[in-house]
């Protein structure tokens, strides 16, 4: 149920609303817009009467059922697309966002020196991998709490904004002290209990898609990080299982048009993953810009055919370099910008 307060509704009305609702156990969420501020309702059973009772309530405009399954993640509830704030880059909205860096964090030389070519060739966030995800047990899962502080050391470097992923929920605590963005992998989309923990953890969270995700319920599953209170979800389509083993996965590039119909949040393509061969990668980046992504998450690499995971899949630091003018181009031809080159200030030596 979402609760349209007027345009002249005070401050004392949409906290008496909030109030009422909380004291009937369900859960209250503000969407605050330019004009008006609608309170999203979640929680069941929804009292049969409760739409009466909170229509009369001076300064609520109306109140309006919500049927489908995924609330506060849709348009109803918050009409205007969603920004997103990580120290100073802003994702959403209008803006154009390229988050790359190594598939997991190797060394400090190999992070730091990545860190620093792609932010000179107009990534603005730092990605690598601590806590690793891998299919076989026997693959290198990563460096644990070092390689966070090597994220940390990077971000200190360059001033990039970091995103590295959390598996469980009993690593929260250590990857929220150092990362600005936790990632939920493909993988554990659908883990229920991990998602709720993350969404009490007060910083932004990038939801991959699991490999077998309906729309609705990738939806749902950021629904249940926004039900604990924290409204910052990037969503990432990163390729899904099909058929087809030419490539590693199958990028669903309508998911990037048909999410942003259902939902105001950011949508981001990981061509990387999709691709599984970095022979594909750049033309499925400038897929997901052309179907109106808000932002890409790319894998690049120093020495990608001595990467200790998906180095296949990893743009050599000439790659990115040489791909993301083409990104600021299609960009332009839809609409939206994409600093490179010259308009991207340089890292300090
Ligand atoms: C990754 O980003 O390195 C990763 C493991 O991604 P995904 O969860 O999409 O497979
Ligand atoms: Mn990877």
Redesign the pocket.
């Given at each position: 149920m979402i609760i349209v307060m007027e345009t002249k509704a005070t401050r004392d009305q949409v906290n008496g609303i909030v109030a009422r609702v909380k004291a009937l156990g369900l859960g209250a969420h503000l969407s605050e817009g330019e004009e008006r501020t609608i309170i999203g309702v979640v929680g069941s059973p929804l009292p049969p009467s409760l739409e009466d009772e909170l229509e009369i309530h001076s300064g609520v405009e109306r109140v309006v059922r919500i049927t489908k399954k995924y609330k506060l993640t849709g348009w109803d509830f918050h009409p205007q697309k969603s920004t997103i704030a990580v120290r100073d880059v802003v994702i959403g909205g209008d803006a154009l966002t390229i988050i790359a860096g190594p598939?997991?964090v190797e060394s400090e030389e190999q992070t730091v020196s990545t860190a620093r070519a792609v932010k000179d060739a107009g990534a603005s966030i730092l990605?690598g991998?601590a806590y690793?995800?891998r299919t076989s047990p026997y693959e290198f899962r990563g460096m644990g709490r070092r390689g966070l502080e090597i994220l940390a050391t990077a971000r200190e470097e360059t001033g990039m904004p970091i995103i590295t992923?959390v598996m469980t929920p009993s690593d929260i605590d250590v990857v929220g002290e150092f990362t600005d963005i936790f990632?939920i992998?493909?993988?554990?989309s659908q883990n229920y209990l991990l998602l709720e923990e993350v969404g009490k953890a007060g910083k932004p969270v990038m939801l991959?898609r699991g490999l077998s995700m309906l729309m609705e319920e990738w939806l749902l599953a950021a629904e249940y990080v926004m039900a604990q209170g924290n409204p910052d979800v990037i969503l990432?389509e990163?390729?899904i299982r099909t058929f087809e083993s030419s490539t590693r996965n199958t990028l669903d590039v309508s998911s990037v048009p048909v999410i942003q119909g259902m939902s105001h949040l950011p949508v981001f393509v990981?061509p990387?993953?999709a691709a599984g061969k970095r022979a594909l990668v750049p033309a499925l980046a400038l897929a997901g810009i052309a179907a109106g992504a808000d932002g890409l998450?790319i894998?690049v690499h120093p020495n990608p055919d001595h990467a200790l995971?998906?180095g296949a899949q990893s743009l050599t630091f000439a790659q990115f370099e040489a791909l993301t003018p083409r990104l600021a181009a299609v960009a332009e031809a839809v609409g939206r910008r994409l600093p490179v080159g010259a308009d991207v200030a340089p890292v300090p030596a």
């Amino acid at each position: 149920m979402i609760i349209v307060m007027e345009t002249k509704a005070t401050r004392d009305q949409v906290n008496g609303i909030v109030a009422r609702v909380k004291a009937l156990g369900l859960g209250a969420h503000l969407s605050e817009g330019e004009e008006r501020t609608i309170i999203g309702v979640v929680g069941s059973p929804l009292p049969p009467s409760l739409e009466d009772e909170l229509e009369i309530h001076s300064g609520v405009e109306r109140v309006v059922r919500i049927t489908k399954k995924y609330k506060l993640t849709g348009w109803d509830f918050h009409p205007q697309k969603s920004t997103i704030a990580v120290r100073d880059v802003v994702i959403g909205g209008d803006a154009l966002t390229i988050i790359a860096g190594p598939c997991s964090v190797e060394s400090e030389e190999q992070t730091v020196s990545t860190a620093r070519a792609v932010k000179d060739a107009g990534a603005s966030i730092l990605r690598g991998g601590a806590y690793k995800p891998r299919t076989s047990p026997y693959e290198f899962r990563g460096m644990g709490r070092r390689g966070l502080e090597i994220l940390a050391t990077a971000r200190e470097e360059t001033g990039m904004p970091i995103i590295t992923e959390v598996m469980t929920p009993s690593d929260i605590d250590v990857v929220g002290e150092f990362t600005d963005i936790f990632q939920i992998g493909a993988r554990n989309s659908q883990n229920y209990l991990l998602l709720e923990e993350v969404g009490k953890a007060g910083k932004p969270v990038m939801l991959k898609r699991g490999l077998s995700m309906l729309m609705e319920e990738w939806l749902l599953a950021a629904e249940y990080v926004m039900a604990q209170g924290n409204p910052d979800v990037i969503l990432c389509e990163r390729g899904i299982r099909t058929f087809e083993s030419s490539t590693r996965n199958t990028l669903d590039v309508s998911s990037v048009p048909v999410i942003q119909g259902m939902s105001h949040l950011p949508v981001f393509v990981d061509p990387s993953h999709a691709a599984g061969k970095r022979a594909l990668v750049p033309a499925l980046a400038l897929a997901g810009i052309a179907a109106g992504a808000d932002g890409l998450m790319i894998e690049v690499h120093p020495n990608p055919d001595h990467a200790l995971s998906d180095g296949a899949q990893s743009l050599t630091f000439a790659q990115f370099e040489a791909l993301t003018p083409r990104l600021a181009a299609v960009a332009e031809a839809v609409g939206r910008r994409l600093p490179v080159g010259a308009d991207v200030a340089p890292v300090p030596a």
